[in-house]
């Protein structure tokens, strides 16, 4: 039963979590038994000592709490943080519909919930929605909530989403895709907003909570050399939608001209403090420090890099260029060679750089690092030698493991991490890899 001591102290954490505070909640935890606790407890020490028996304990005390899967979707350690769930996307099955999957997930992990996404039809996603505002306690642990809407234009009913709101006092950031998903009023706690195209219904009540909005038009390649119709955009960026508005983030169109299209869609960049924007180059840099000239307190901030620029303004925030190519070749592949591995060792170059763009820079420091001098490694890995032979080089298995551990979701990636771990190799030991045009 819970004390009225940790009932403050979860209240607490829920509105901002604290170390010192966290530790106190995780021994009321330990006492009583659940191992929240002591998960809580492992991952206080791992943000500090990441040793690999830390990691190890942090697995079983998942596997104790959870279990192995829940509805068919298994676990990473990444994806709990803080005794928390995160990084659960939730879709209809072959085996369980939406609904099935809320239930068995909230019958797994009760309301301790990070973020959580769901992908359905406008019918199944109302029904687990409302399941979810339903939860015993609400959701107050709840922080971002991803809806991909796959029908319908209609915004999801005011009661419904009503119902939500009250559930989760804490939501600061909400992700949407679809056509008009929500309408306003959004929610009062929400903060971020990230959309994907029109997926929010304009027109009626601002958003007027918001200050950090993340417009990603939709995909480039199914638009060809078109732009996004100003008007259109310009529905969605104006003030009067988002008055409280300090950052427009657009860097998730990868596509250049995309994402200027959206800057000069905005009736008043005046009132921005921060634009996010994607790799970008030297012509574009140009343009941007233009915009810089003229509105003298905007900062722009460059999501990633692949090169220098050949131009720079102090204002004009440009990353160290990232390790990895932009584009990698599908075809480009590695494999390590484990001995006694039950997976065949293969990893595709682009995928990794696929699931890097989006989890590099969450990464813990030793993690990022690992990251780098695998990338600097394969520069020195040719696909073979002079005489036309495979080449293999010996690469370390703890930069190997540490850095494969940290990626989260990527099929062959975590199949060579489970070999590499099930090996039990010794602290300097190596293996080889070899680079191969496969698939």
């Known amino acids: 039963m819970t004390s009225p001591e940790e009932a403050a102290l979860a209240a607490s954490l829920q509105t901002e979590w604290a170390a010192e505070t966290a530790a106190v909640y995780a021994d009321l935890l330990i006492a009583r038994g659940d191992p929240r606790g002591e998960l809580i407890a492992v991952e206080l020490a791992l943000a500090n ?8 304990r942090k697995r079983e005390l ?19 943080e803080h005794g928390l769930l995160r990084g659960f996307m939730a879709t209809n099955s072959a085996t369980y519909a939406l609904v099935e999957i809320v239930e068995h997930l909230l019958d797994a992990v009760g309301n301790h919930l990070r973020d959580l996404g769901l992908y359905a ?10 399941v979810l505002a339903r939860t015993e306690g609400g959701l107050p642990w709840l922080r971002t909530l991803t809806i991909k809407r796959t029908d ?4 999801i009913d005011r009661a419904t989403w009503q119902a939500v709101v009250d559930a989760t006092p804490h939501l600061t950031e909400l992700i949407l895709e679809g056509t008009g998903v929500i309408a306003s009023p959004l929610h009062p706690a929400v903060r ?19 200050t950090h909005l993340d417009f990603r038009f939709a995909d480039p390649l199914a638009y060809g050399a078109e732009l996004p119709p100003v008007d259109k955009l310009a529905g969605v960026v104006n003030p009067r939608a988002f008055p409280a508005l300090r950052t427009l983030d657009v860097s998730r169109n990868a596509f250049q001209p995309i994402a200027l299209a959206v800057l ?3 009736e008043d960049l005046a009132r921005f403090d921060t634009i996010r924007f994607p790799a ?10 233009d915009l810089l000239e003229r509105y003298p307190r905007l ?19 440009v990353p160290t260029p990232r390790a990895w190519p932009a584009q990698p070749h599908g075809r480009d592949a590695l494999r390590v060679a484990i001995p006694g591995g039950t997976s065949d060792g293969d990893l595709a170059l682009s995928s990794l750089v696929g699931d890097l763009e989006d989890q590099f820079d969450a990464m813990h420091d030793e993690a990022r690092t690992a990251w780098i001098v695998f990338w600097t490694f394969l520069d020195t890995l040719p696909w073979e030698d002079d005489n036309g032979n495979a080449v293999s080089k010996p690469m370390s298995v703890a930069v190997l493991s540490t850095a494969l551990e940290a990626l989260v979701s990527n099929g062959r990636a975590d199949n060579v991490a489970k070999d590499l771990r099930e090996a039990r190799f010794p602290p300097d030991a190596t293996v080889n890899v070899s680079r191969y045009w496969g698939w």
């Open 192 to 210: 971020t907003l990230r959309i994907q195209g029109f997926a929010i219904a304009v027109g009626g009540q601002p958003f007027d909570a918001v």
């Open 121 to 130: 039809s406008n019918v199944d996603l109302t029904k687990a929605l409302t």
């Open 49 to 56: 000592d990441p040793r690999a028996e830390l990691a190890v």
């Open 152 to 155: 319908g234009a209609r915004p």
């Open 264 to 266: 000069a869609a905005v």
């Open 280 to 289: 970008i180059t030297n012509d574009g840099a140009a343009t941007l420090i």
């Open 62 to 80: 998942i596997q104790l709490w959870i279990g192995g899967a829940i509805a068919g979707w298994t676990w990473h350690p990444h994806n709990v």
């Open 299 to 317: 900062v722009i901030e460059i999501a990633r890099s692949y090169a220098p620029l050949d131009v720079s303004h102090p204002r004009l925030l």
